[in-house]
């Protein structure tokens, strides 16, 4: 009879401890789920506002090339730019470093492209006071402030997610279940350095 009780207790105990396992896994598979979700949500934000600035090159393009003397070298530097930046996506769930480099590669090209395109309209001074011009170079500026704070978005989501998978023991079930790491966008080449400024 004593024996018959005791099995029962250790047949008992360990449902239990399976059921708390179980609990255990469910509860942490399902907050993986939950954050890796996130950083897809947040990288769509981003590839969001970068596609938002490559839309309005064509406008700005076709505002510059009303100025028949405008350097064409300069226009065809941005088109091929946006059309290289725009031709470079990344599945949302092979965030892994190379691919954020190369999709950080083009965008950085772009953006180059563009900065040595307001270099040149400085020379020429109806351009800067045509009111279409100056409504997209101010668009161009409130995206390239949101493509920042959409960036610094997801390298704040992204790090939550890898804290969380890294932890133990969620790092045991997140080996078991493939989630990886993810990536984070970091500073261009060179940041680190002040830029000469010239008077």
Do not use: H
Request: overall charge positive.
């Amino acid at each position: 009879m004593k024996t018959i009780k005791k099995s029962w207790i250790i047949i008992g105990v360990i449902i239990i401890a399976l059921l708390l396992l179980y609990s255990s896994v469910k509860r942490t598979y399902n907050s993986m789920v939950s954050l890796d979700e996130g950083v897809t949500s947040q990288w769509a934000q981003v590839e969001n506002v970068y596609q938002r600035r490559a839309d309005l090159i064509p406008n700005l393009v076709s505002t510059v090339k009303g100025y028949a003397d405008f350097e064409q070298k300069t226009l065809t530097d941005v088109i091929e730019a946006r059309a290289k930046a725009t031709s470079v996506t990344i599945d949302p769930s092979n965030l892994d470093a190379n691919a954020i480099q190369q999709f950080q590669a083009a965008q950085d090209g772009l953006s180059s492209a563009l900065s040595r395109l307001m270099v040149v309209v400085e020379r020429y001074p109806d351009l800067k006071a045509n009111q279409s011009f100056l409504d997209l170079q101010t668009q161009l500026e409130r995206t390239e402030n949101r493509i920042t704070v959409e960036r610094r978005t997801f390298n704040s989501t992204a790090q939550n997610y890898n804290t969380f998978i890294r932890s133990f023991p969620k790092n045991i079930y997140a080996s078991i279940f493939g989630f990886e790491k993810k990536a984070y966008f970091s500073a261009q080449e060179g940041a680190e350095q002040a830029p000469k400024v010239e008077f």
